[in-house]
């Protein structure tokens, strides 16, 4: 069964405090990984996609990479606003049952930047 | 551009009642899908379409239908509301089969 996991579920940082969020995932195979970010109150928010083991991408404080397991979301030098639930989606090269082109979510790391 | 809209923002319902959740999109995107969002929960697909007059079940469409006349629209009826209907509910685009998702801001729906 196509599976994502991501951890922490709830990560609290002091502004500055550069750490990692972890995705790993369990499919057949895999089409591209996703990274959102999610605001209360609000929907996802697309950050990055990721598509084969070694891609790198990165967009103001924030870096993703990709393995053939897992994904991480580094911070590096966080601020406050970084504040939100960030949300890692996979998409198999084959849904079963039908669902073309779903995403599998994970449940999201929470994560909290003091300032 | 006002992207993808959904409409109420909030909605209380009585068991046994049904309501429309409405989406519209203005980025001309051929696919649209309906996720629900549970506490502690990855967002599951509800229902999906990949074009006007094309819809499909996701994992968990019990209790939901769709329709998708035109292409801005992909609006989600809920039948006899339940308790375990009580969700957020967002809609999505997406401009090809592979490419991001983008969200609307949601429905928060309660039914007691």
């Known amino acids: 069964e196509d599976q994502v996991t991501q951890s922490p579920e709830a990560l609290r940082l002091q502004e500055g405090e550069s750490s990692s969020l972890n995705c790993s995932y369990t499919v057949s195979g895999l089409r591209g990984l996703f990274w959102y970010r999610q605001d209360p109150g609000k929907g996802p928010e697309f950050l990055f996609t990721?598509?084969?083991a070694g891609e790198e991408k990165e967009k103001e404080r924030l870096k993703a990479t990709l393995t053939k397991k897992e994904s991480f979301l580094h911070i590096t030098a966080p601020k406050p606003e970084d504040s939100a639930t960030y949300l890692c989606a996979v998409q198999p090269t084959m849904n079963y049952g039908g669902s073309q082109g779903n995403l599998i979510f994970g449940k999201g790391t929470k994560l909290s930047v003091k300032p | 551009n006002a992207g993808v809209t959904q409409t109420p923002k909030f909605r209380i319902l009585k068991i046994g009642q049904s309501m429309t959740l409405q989406c519209a999109q203005d980025?001309?995107?051929?696919?649209m899908y309906w996720y629900r969002q549970d506490p502690g929960m990855g967002l599951k697909l509800i229902y999906y379409?990949?074009?006007?007059?094309?819809?499909d079940k996701g994992e968990v469409p019990n209790g939901y239908n769709v329709s998708r006349s035109t292409t801005e629209d992909f609006p989600l009826r809920l039948e006899l509301a339940a308790p375990s209907q009580t969700s957020v509910y967002f809609c999505?685009?997406?401009?090809?089969?592979?490419?991001?998702?983008?969200f609307g801001n949601g429905t928060r729906l309660t039914v007691t």
């Open positions: 980025m001309n995107h051929n696919y």
């Open positions: 999505a685009t997406r401009q090809g089969l592979y490419s991001p998702l983008h």
């Open positions: 379409s990949v074009g006007a007059g094309i819809t």
């Open positions: 990721l598509y084969s």
